[in-house]
């Protein structure tokens, strides 16, 4: 469906960080390893607290495929009385799409990676060591040396508390000490830039379901998905997010031009007051000069514009013969098959959503001669339909 909304150049940058991202989370290609877990504490001489388990995790594509499996029993002893907590956890990330295991329902949710792009937007894509360790710096974490573990030497640091032994930006090994709780994770066996298969992703055979949180919100049943398609769906998902992420790092780049350009004008981020109009425009200039200049910006903008305005034509006729939510909905997905988009369902459809949703449709339409001749990102700022 075609989406009416008032663009502008922040607006763009700033939705961009919630894309899926192809960001590389460690310098090795490819891994498996196998941690051993333990933990012990007596939390206020109340609760004593012993646990131990197995970790195991393999990677592809430096990290862009993430599989991880975690087994670990607890045990708790409150005033004599023990119980025993048995947990079992598994995840596959495969780029822009999660897949996590519910052992107790035998069932695997997919859904969005959500949380992807934002390494994309902060720290860029290729120099893995050095956008981690200023990550780590900017949070507040501390270098302390190096160690090895299993003959791999890694360096060591501190936040809050918790030491990580990282190797190539994969943690070997992570001691905490924490309010009487003492816990090690620690490799037992790696093996680096290895050869993998399918067969290293398995996941139990369990139905797998579109972890949707509307329809959830709407009291409705998951959707079982076809097994045989999930490939498929998996790569159209992985192809959009490949082209998304080259957009999010050079938004991030933008992002961080216009800031300092915005800090350099005098603006303190910190005063709580609204920019003036001057430096509003100095902050989109050094961010457009940033991601190739105003002519590429406006090309790119009145190009996704545009390409919107395909599916009006089907959008006008379809919700307008829609009287019910189911109808309309139905609409949604029809357009989103059609026209390879990704809206999600309406959760309200009366005869004043209706109205509202034609009438912008109209408005839109209207704005479209003005969105074609536009060579100016002033210009297409004025195109926009106004409340």
Not at 228 to 254: F, I, P, R, Y
Not at 331 to 357: I, P, Y
Request: glycine share 8%; charged share 30%; aromatic share 6%.
């Amino acid at each position: 469906m075609t989406k009416i909304a008032k663009v502008s150049l922040v607006v763009l940058v700033s939705s961009s960080m919630l894309l899926a991202s192809q960001m590389r989370k460690y310098d090795v290609k490819s891994a498996k390893i196998e941690y051993e877990l333990k933990g012990s504490g007596d939390i206020m001489g109340m609760v004593k607290i012993e646990s131990m388990g197995k970790k195991r995790l393999i990677f592809d594509d430096y990290g862009i495929k993430n599989f991880e499996e975690k087994s670990e029993v607890k045990k708790e002893t409150t005033m004599g009385e023990t119980k025993v907590k048995k947990n079992h956890t598994m995840t596959y990330v495969n780029s822009a799409i999660m897949y996590q295991v519910d052992f107790k329902k035998k069932i695997i949710n997919r859904l969005k990676n959500q949380g992807a792009g934002m390494a994309a937007f902060f720290g860029g894509r290729d120099n893995i060591k050095e956008s981690g360790e200023n990550t780590m710096k900017s949070i507040g974490g501390k270098k302390l040396g190096t160690d090895k573990v299993l003959g791999f030497t890694c360096d060591v640091w501190d936040l809050m508390g918790v030491k990580q032994c990282i190797y190539k930006g994969i943690p070997l090994k992570v001691e905490s000490d924490m309010m009487g709780m003492k816990s090690v994770e620690i490799a037992t066996k790696a093996e680096f830039d290895i050869m993998l298969t399918k067969d290293d992703f398995k996941l139990p055979d369990y139905p797998v379901y579109d972890y949707d949180m509307d329809r959830m919100m709407e009291g409705k049943k998951l959707k079982e998905l076809d097994k045989n398609k999930l490939e498929a769906m998996d790569a159209k998902a992985n192809a959009t997010a490949k082209v998304q992420s080259k957009e999010m790092a050079e938004a991030g780049k933008g992002m961080a031009a216009g800031m300092v350009a915005l800090a350099e004008s005098g603006f303190d981020m910190s005063s709580g007051k609204e920019m003036a109009p001057e430096q509003v425009q100095i902050m989109q200039k050094a961010m457009m000069n940033a991601m190739g200049g105003e002519g590429k910006m406006v090309a790119k903008m009145k190009r996704e514009i545009l390409d919107g305005t395909k599916s009006l034509e089907f959008a006008q006729e379809c919700f307008g013969d829609a009287d019910t939510l189911k109808e309309a909905n139905t609409c949604v997905d029809k357009g989103n098959q059609m026209f390879n988009e990704d809206e999600e369902h309406l959760r309200s459809w009366t005869k004043a959503d209706k109205n509202e949703m034609l009438k912008e449709m109209k408005e839109f339409k209207k704005s479209i001669p003005c969105f074609e001749d536009a060579q100016t990102m002033q210009a297409i700022q004025q195109c926009m339909p106004r409340e």
